[in-house]
């Protein structure tokens, strides 16, 4: 008798075991990932994740659009789940971004009432000096097909990272000539700046005021000239343009004219060597005193000596 009553409880407790699972389980069916978009303010040309400055990180906006479905006695299967933004690289690394689980409460509406649908807008931030890979969603549910909980690796449903870097504006250069000491430079302001004394020549050519990919720096080096008796020389003050950062190598005439060792500055950006769209600038000399002249295109005085290209940049036109 007492075996009876021990074996009747140990099927009461498994019964009782089953009808637990089997109401959990049956509280659970496929949610479905409908759509994985990035919103419109972050996508590249032609669709993915446009990234546009290498050196800092990419924040962007997404969303998941989740459906669940509805019990053929009224109301919504369980609509609970979770999912992790994953980047991957090109050499199948990978880091994760951002996670979220997702709750019954996600999938009412305005009114709290509930649907069958659940749209999850989500903030990312794609770490500097990601380029290129993709981004997919791995997605943990119950799936009713294997009557389990199983995560995914959704890479069917990518999102590519595409780099789209900025263009850099041209910026014109200008060529400034001073009005009676023969002296000359280059500049990046226009006419309406030109200092007292000073006339502007007007574009000679376009360059970068600031860094373009594959343009390197142009330094300005300033110099004093003076003639043969040590008296300053016309022009006094020389200008000399140069990608090098080392001191000119151009002899000067006179007693005691000279180059400074160091570039003043950055005067602006060009190319060492030929793109597509620009002319060689070259390196005129006057043959009769220290005077060097940065011109591209159109007629020099013959009393000018081509030496030799000094970078690359786009046309004045």
């Given at each position: ?124 931030v794609l770490p500097k000096g990601i380029l290129n890979g993709m981004l997919y969603i ?180």
């Amino acid at each position: 008798m007492k075996n009876l009553k021990s074996y009747k409880g140990i099927c009461l407790l498994a019964l009782f075991f089953f009808l637990n699972v089997f109401a959990s389980k049956a509280d659970n069916a496929d949610i479905l990932i409908q759509t994985f978009k990035i919103y419109p303010e972050n996508l590249a040309p032609g669709g993915g994740l446009s990234v546009s400055d290498k050196n800092a990180s990419t924040p962007f906006k997404f969303h998941l659009d989740l459906s669940r479905p509805a019990r053929s006695t009224g109301g919504y299967y369980s609509g609970e789940c979770s999912f992790v933004l994953v980047y991957k690289d090109n050499n199948n690394a990978t880091i994760d971004l951002v996670s979220r689980k997702v709750t019954n409460a996600d999938f009412n509406d305005g009114l709290g009432k509930p649907t069958g649908s659940a749209i999850i807008p989500m903030d990312a931030v794609l770490p500097k000096g990601i380029l290129n890979g993709m981004l997919y969603i791995r997605f943990t549910y119950f799936n009713s097909a294997q009557n389990k909980v199983v995560t995914e690796e959704r890479t069917n449903e990518r999102i590519q990272v595409i780099y789209t870097e900025k263009a850099v504006p041209k910026a014109p250069i200008y060529m400034v000539a001073g009005t009676n000491n023969g002296e000359y430079y280059l500049s990046l302001n226009d006419a309406m700046s030109t200092p007292a004394g000073w006339s502007n020549r007007g574009i000679y050519y376009h360059a970068y005021k600031t860094q373009a990919p594959g343009t390197i720096p142009v330094y300005e080096f300033k110099g004093k000239s003076y003639d043969n008796d040590g008296e300053p020389g016309l022009p006094a003050n020389l200008t000399y343009y140069s990608t090098s950062n080392q001191k000119p190598t151009e002899a000067l005439t006179g007693s005691g004219s000279a180059w400074e060792a160091a570039p003043s500055k950055v005067a602006f950006y060009a190319y060492s060597t030929q793109v597509p769209g620009t002319i060689p600038v070259y390196c005129y000399s006057h043959e009769r005193m220290n005077l060097f002249l940065f011109i591209a295109t159109g007629e020099v005085s013959d009393l000018l000596v081509k030496k030799h290209i000094a970078f690359y940049a786009f046309p004045a036109q």
